[in-house]
């Protein structure tokens, strides 16, 4: 199936795909109105250090440790990939013990919130993918 | 070809799941004393406090059993094996026969020796939906409610009541609260997160006898209730296994796939011990990802793919009264001691690997050291200094990020 992907050495590092996701996922159709003034929660988040930077999200991991680990069964697998349903996510983090990758993160919420590669909201592919001027993340079979 | 499971929970749901992966033709039967659809067993604090319902604490949808070609008894009781006929006869006479076995009956609540226990009329445990439905029904604003042991399962309960009863007094023989999982600065924190919700603690005692609706603590003090839920430990159930001549330890002896020493019988969960990787030592478990990894390994392996699961770690993860906090592997060998803005963090490291993490406040990415000791990296290959600032995949190797993040894993 097809994954987010991400090679560091063509990051730049500038975060466009935290905004991008950001905006994805608010269900805002204004890009300035969804993100402007506004703290944003993605479910990309870029990781810097010296002279290296790299996107994380979700793996969709073939055996999903937090799948497996969710106390209310909100987290589920279909057709390869991982999906939160947050109506039914307590928020008791289990999920965030479980993940090797670091990808799943609190939302506002209270709830978990994590890549579910664009294909609950209206995008036609991941949006941190479209949006990401190096190429540094792409969406494709491995 | 007939899977029979006893049990409906965590691991019985990993074994259905992980034996349809490969079987989809084989007939599966399971048998559960509990009437209801499989459930997430550790919500039932939510379903108590109102942040979850019974129909979002369903741990699959409606239609799961079906969907899986399971023939579920539920309300149904196990009354004995006997590996000899390869058949478990039920409390109400009927005989099942199986070709395969999993034995997933969980645990049940430990009942301390304590004078007069029995006779305290509004008693209650916390394991099942109809101990928290129960408990719901015989509990009001003006109720005073003791609980005895501050473990998970007695902190969840206070949690859940907190503010929607008169007083909550916890009782617990360690001197702290969450003993077995938090050291003394964690479990002082979360102390005082219950104690800003008003509830009570009497610690480092222990009830020394019970009437009807008192209780007379060691420390001599007495304390008025009106319910009284009892946490102070669980024990696996093993008697059915036992009692057919499997090998039980503390839990029922199993190897990484769930065989038991009978044949076509294996066992998962809360019942059956694991190979705690961060001590090196078979012991019980008693968690929900331990019971489905369990079971799920168990259930791939009746299918005919031998599966071991070899990664049993213990691992807990919950909210406190607005506290967060995570914890994996062993507190043994030297300790790391960080306390910054988000809150107390602890790792513990032995031998070059990382062993256990106590966090607690922020708990964000702790999966990256969850990972660490389950595959035992190296601390040589990483950068330990990053990583104990927080947990972030800069520590690593730009190989092994490369492997993380630029194939399937």
Redesign the interface.
């Known amino acids: 199936m097809k994954r987010v992907y991400v090679n560091e050495s063509w990051c730049l590092g500038c975060h466009l795909c935290e905004y991008y996701c950001a905006f994805a996922n608010s269900g805002k159709r204004d890009l300035v109105k969804a993100l402007k003034g506004v703290a944003i929660h993605p479910r990309i988040r870029v990781e810097e250090g010296d002279g290296v930077s790299f996107a994380v999200s979700c793996r969709h991991c073939e055996e999903p440790y937090c799948v497996k680990a969710c106390i209310s069964g909100a987290l589920t697998k279909q057709n390869g990939a991982v999906f939160i349903d947050q109506c039914r996510c307590v928020g008791c983090y289990t999920c965030i013990l479980s993940c090797p990758y670091g990808a799943i993160v609190p939302s506002e919420s209270g709830a978990v919130q994590k890549c579910e590669l664009c294909l609950k909201n209206a995008r036609a592919e991941p949006a941190c993918v479209a949006g990401c001027p190096n190429n540094a993340i792409v969406y494709e079979e491995r | 070809m007939r899977l029979v499971i006893i049990g409906n929970s965590a691991a019985a749901a990993?074994c259905i799941e992980g034996f349809r992966r490969h079987d989809g033709e084989s007939e599966i039967v399971l048998i559960s004393k509990e009437p209801h659809h499989v459930y997430?067993?550790?919500?039932i604090s939510?379903l108590l406090q109102g942040?979850?319902d019974l129909a979002?604490?369903?741990?699959?949808e409606d239609g799961f059993y079906e969907k899986n070609g399971v023939t579920a008894l539920l309300g149904k009781a196990a009354k004995s094996v006997d590996p000899a006929q390869k058949t478990v006869a039920l409390e109400d006479g009927a005989i099942i026969q199986y070709d395969k076995l999993l034995y997933a009956a969980g645990s049940r609540p430990f009942v301390p020796p304590i004078e007069g226990l029995d006779r305290v009329k509004n008693r209650h445990f916390f394991m099942t939906l109809d101990d928290a439905l129960g408990l719901q029904k015989s509990v009001t604003a003006n109720s005073k409610v003791l609980i005895l042991g501050a473990g998970l399962i007695g902190l969840k309960c206070a949690e859940a009541l907190a503010g929607r009863v008169k007083a909550i007094d916890v009782v617990d023989l360690a001197d702290r609260v969450l003993p077995s999982v938090l050291d003394e600065t964690g479990s002082a924190l979360v102390r005082q997160a219950a104690e800003s919700a008003g509830v009570r603690f009497h610690l480092g005692a222990s009830a020394a006898r019970f009437g009807e609706s008192w209780v007379e603590l060691t420390n001599g003090r007495a304390l008025p209730f009106d319910a009284l839920m009892v946490a102070v430990g669980v024990r696996p159930n093993v008697e059915l296994l036992k009692e057919a001549g499997a090998q039980v330890n503390r839990g029922i002896a199993i190897d990484a796939c769930g065989r038991t020493s009978l044949p076509d019988v294996f066992a998962a969960g809360d019942c059956a011990e694991s190979f705690d990787l961060s001590t090196g030592t078979p012991r019980v478990l008693a968690l929900?990802?331990n019971a489905?990894?369990q079971g799920?390994s168990a259930g791939r392996t009746m299918a005919g793919v031998e599966a071991p699961f070899t990664k049993a770690i213990p691992?807990?993860?919950?909210?406190f009264f607005g506290l967060?906090i995570?914890t994996?592997g062993s507190y043994d060998g030297e300790s790391h001691v960080v306390q910054g803005e988000g809150g107390y963090r602890r790792l513990f490291t032995k031998d070059g690997l990382l062993k256990g993490f106590i966090l607690a406040g922020d708990?964000?990415?702790?999966?990256?050291y969850?990972?660490m000791i389950?595959?035992r990296t190296p601390l040589a290959d990483v950068d330990f200094e990053?990583l104990a600032e927080k947990?972030?995949?800069?520590a690593f190797s730009?190989q092994e990020?490369?492997r993380?993040?630029?194939?399937?894993?």
């Open positions: 990993g997430g067993r550790p919500l939510y942040k979850t979002r604490i369903k741990w699959r929900w990802p489905y990894l799920e691992l807990n993860a919950g909210g967060h995570a994996a708990v964000s990415r702790a999966g990256i969850t990972a389950r595959n990053l947990p972030q995949l800069l730009k990020r490369r993380m993040l630029g194939g399937a894993v």
